[in-house]
């Protein structure tokens, strides 16, 4: 689905800039391979004035980019109509933080898709508390491509909690995790006073 509105924007809606990224480049490459697939399917509606491996420039001013999931290496963007992460559970957070500005000027859109990876990350604050997204969530049984006795097979395979995830849509605890989400936030108290040390001979001073 993501593919298909990449793929919208560039072709009615003249000068668009798409960007599709991913934790790694041939993750990336792999969404723009499905888009430029639609693209060619459609019989190139809009001729390009380049299609290259990791881009689509259609006559129009319309691109499209595939980009590697670094904060380092995508900046130097702007003025962006589209943004999709693909597996965004698995990028970095600061990922996310330094391609939001992208979207200032331009009041672009941004998707995120992937399936749970952890209570923790942008992807899950963003899915849980954060405000102006349109939700989406459609577990594997829902899919009507994919057989159930794939899935139950799947399901006898692999452990629960990675099933729940991979299939299910839900957000559980990583297999590395010492404290869990819910442990973490039953600790907090906006109650406690905030404490400065400002010294190794100094008492504790309120801030």
Known sequence: MAAVIALH??????????????????????????????????GRPVPAEAEQRLGLELVGGSRIAALPGS???????????L???DE?????????????????VSGGALILLSTPYGKRGVFFEEWTNGEGWTRYEVPAAQVPRIPPAFL????????????????DC?????EDQLF???????????ALQEYRFDGE???WNTA
Do not use: N
């Not at 009615?12 to 041939?26: D, E, F, K, Q």
């Not at 965004?88 to 200032?104: C, F, N």
């Not at 819910?182 to 108290?189: G, S, V």
């Open 9 to 42: 924007r560039a072709l009615y809606h003249p000068g668009s800039l798409v960007l599709c990224l991913a934790p790694a480049l041939r993750q990336s490459q792999e969404l723009f391979g499905k888009i430029v697939g639609f693209y060619r399917d459609l």
């Open 71 to 81: 904060e380092r290496t995508v900046r130097g963007f702007s003025g962006v109509d």
């Open 83 to 85: 943004l999709i992460v």
């Open 88 to 104: 965004a559970a698995r990028v970095e957070d600061a990922l996310v933080h330094s391609i939001r500005p992208m979207l200032a």
């Open 152 to 167: 139950e097979a799947e399901r006898r395979s692999m452990p629960e909690w990675w099933f729940a995830q991979e299939y």
């Open 170 to 174: 839900e957000f559980r605890e990583t």
């Open 180 to 190: 869990s989400h819910d442990m973490i936030e039953a600790a907090r108290d906006d």
């Open 201 to 203: 001979e100094d008492l």
